[in-house]
């Protein structure tokens, strides 16, 4: 009989994070070092673009997830870099095969969210999203694949988006930019399944963190549900849950990121070793919504 726990033990491989210094990249840091894996955080922990109405992370909130991860036993490593900077990723992620002998599992997590209509977009507000999401991401699983290689086989793992399966009104270009991610994964789970390296997307719902909690974020959830946002912060994130509760079939306005972990964790282990090519979703039910 097979012993799923034992095969969702992680002892003794070295995970990567992209996005550690908070929300589902911190979550996730955290939950692969409670299956026992050593963790690498990686975050530009600093503003990322001007299209952004948000707070950006810090090297506090870096720290902080480290503080996390070593909380459980588990060596933790952290690079501050810009993904969009492919020179910097690859130097990491030399330096971590260098310091730490190799690396078993990348979750390609960073990104950003801001919301623009089309007729009204200045060009930072199509690319950086593009430029972050998509190609920042292309830039972390090309620089760690050739160490996943290197070490004979390993796990990657790209967040998307349900808005990556179905079009957003005043998001295209995050939803171009998730939509493309998960035809990176597809593309490089053919390419890279005879190196032993399996590729997966997780599809996180609408997750607490600082890219939803925001003002921008509410008038959007308000227009969904064909509502007009008041701009007042207080009264719009009000109208905004209960407009988010009736449209989740679990009845939850947003998840945790701890909701999204767990499939992190499963994907990391070789519980999912013949998974590859795939996408999985933790949404409260908001997944009865797409096709695929
Ligand atoms: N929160 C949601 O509802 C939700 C839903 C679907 C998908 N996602 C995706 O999940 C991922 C994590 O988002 P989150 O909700 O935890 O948001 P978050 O803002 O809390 O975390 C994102 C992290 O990525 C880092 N980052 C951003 N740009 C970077 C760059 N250029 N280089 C290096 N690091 C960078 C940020 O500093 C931050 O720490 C993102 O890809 C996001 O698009 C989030």
């Given at each position: 009989m ?44 600093a ?13 506090e ?6 503080r996390q991860?070593?909380a459980?036993?588990r ?18 992620a ?8 190799g ?34 991401t ?27 399966q ?17 035809g ?14 399996t590729?997966?997307?997780v ?6 963190t600082?890219?939803?909690?925001h ?23 009000q ?21 999204v972990a767990?499939l992190v964790?499963f994907?990391a ?17 908001d ?6």
């Amino acid at each position: 009989m097979v012993d799923v726990s034992e095969r969702q033990d992680l002892t003794g491989k070295i995970a990567v994070v992209t996005g550690a210094a908070r929300g589902i990249g911190r979550a996730s840091a955290v939950a692969l070092a409670g299956a026992g894996a050593d963790v690498v955080g990686v975050d530009i922990a600093a503003r990322v673009s001007q299209s952004l109405d948000y707070a950006p992370a810090t090297a506090e909130d870096l720290v902080e997830t480290g503080r996390q991860v070593q909380a459980s036993g588990r060596r933790w490593l952290e690079k501050t870099l810009d993904q969009r900077d492919s020179a910097a990723v690859r130097k990491a992620a030399q330096e971590i095969e260098r310091e730490w002998g190799g690396v078993d599992v990348v979750f390609a997590n960073a990104g950003i969210q801001a919301f623009k209509p089309l007729l009204e977009m200045r060009d930072a507000d199509w690319y950086d999203q593009i430029e972050v999401n998509l190609n920042g991401t292309a830039n972390v699983v090309r620089a760690f694949a050739a160490v996943l290689v290197r070490r004979g086989g390993g796990r990657i793992i790209i967040t998307s988006s349900t808005q990556g399966q179905h079009g957003t009104k005043f998001g295209s270009s995050y939803s171009a930019s998730k939509w493309g991610l998960l035809g990176l994964m597809k593309s490089a789970a053919l390419e890279f399944g005879e190196h032993g390296i399996t590729v997966n997307a997780v599809i996180p719902g609408l997750i607490d963190t600082a890219l939803t909690r925001h003002e921008d974020r509410y008038a959007q959830a308000l227009a969904e549900a064909g509502q007009t946002p008041s701009r007042d912060p207080e009264k719009d994130e009000q109208a905004a849950i209960e407009a988010l509760k009736t449209k989740t079939p679990l009845g939850v306005p947003w998840l945790e990121p701890e909701d999204v972990a767990p499939l992190v964790v499963f994907l990391a282990s070789d519980a999912a070793r013949m998974v590859s090519g795939a996408a999985f979703a933790a949404t409260g039910g908001d997944s009865a919504h797409v096709t695929s």
